[in-house]
């Protein structure tokens, strides 16, 4: 199944509002969100404004994203785990917000514990390189 323009939208979306949670954004961030949006089709003057205003825009919601297909919805939190380590560490707010899209679009809870202690565990022993995005497999 493909991803509608709504669900690449709300995948933008919410890898913008998970970057935002600690109130600072990484140059690891910035070009993780460049590589998705360019994946997703969007244009690099689009990204690159998203993310140079993120911080001061409060009219994105916060609210967390749903997706149309639990699938997309499993790939939006590998990828978001994926930027939520960059800094070589989950926060608390990360972790609320990953869990709270998970909730909304009934991901299995067991699944989303498995994907959060990888990521926990990868985030302690490397170095942040871009990976492939689980995203790809539904463009």
């Not at 991803?3 to 935002?20: P, Q």
């Not at 785990?81 to 991901?107: F, P, R």
Request: charged share 30%.
């Amino acid at each position: 199944m493909k991803l509608n323009v709504f669900d690449r939208s709300n995948y933008l979306k919410g890898l913008l509002v998970l970057i935002s949670k600690d109130k600072k954004i990484s140059d690891d961030e910035s070009d993780f969100i460049m590589k998705v949006g360019k994946t997703l089709g969007f244009d690099r003057e689009f990204c690159e404004e998203a993310i140079e205003t993120l911080l001061e825009n409060n009219y994105i919601s916060q609210e967390p994203p749903e997706f149309s297909n639990v699938e997309f919805a499993r790939s939006f939190i590998e990828d978001a785990l994926s930027v939520a380590i960059t800094d070589n560490e989950l926060s608390q707010l990360e972790i609320g917000y990953l869990k709270a899209i998970a909730e909304k679009n009934h991901v299995d809870d067991d699944w989303f514990v498995r994907q959060l202690s990888t990521a926990d565990k990868i985030s302690k022993n490397i170095k942040f390189e871009l990976p492939h995005l689980s995203v790809e497999k539904h463009l």
